[in-house]
Every structure is written in C-alpha cells, then in structure tokens.
C-alpha cells in the first residue's frame, strides 16, 4: 500500500483529501502544520506527500526541504 502524507492548516481540506486518498487505497497521514509533519516523516517515511505551501509558522518549502534530507 502506497503511503502519503496530508500537510495542510484547514483541517476541512486536509480531512476531505484524506478520504479521498483513503478511498483509493492509500495509507493516509495526516499533519496540520510542520512540527506534526516531520513527526510524522520521522515515524511513517510517506512514500508521497501533498503539502500546502502556506501554513502558519514554518512553510510548506521549509518542510519540504527537511522531508527529503530524512530518507
């Protein structure tokens, strides 16, 4: 099962995409700001990730960055 990790502030978006990727068979997380997505990155290793850009405090670009320095 392809895994992947939600990274969005609005949790109505971030649950809805959630369930839609639950719906086609992906091993969904999800995370509503940096610090919950690295801890997630660190335990899961998300094979993909769909991250919004804007989030209150570190960036979507800043998580990104530090995501992939994990694997």
Known sequence: ???????DDEIFFRERLGRAFEKRGYEVFLAENYDQAMDMVNQHHPELAVVDLRMPGKSGLDLIKDATAVH
Not at 1 to 7: C, D, E, F, G, P
């Open 1 to 7: 099962m392809t895994s992947i990790l939600l990274v």
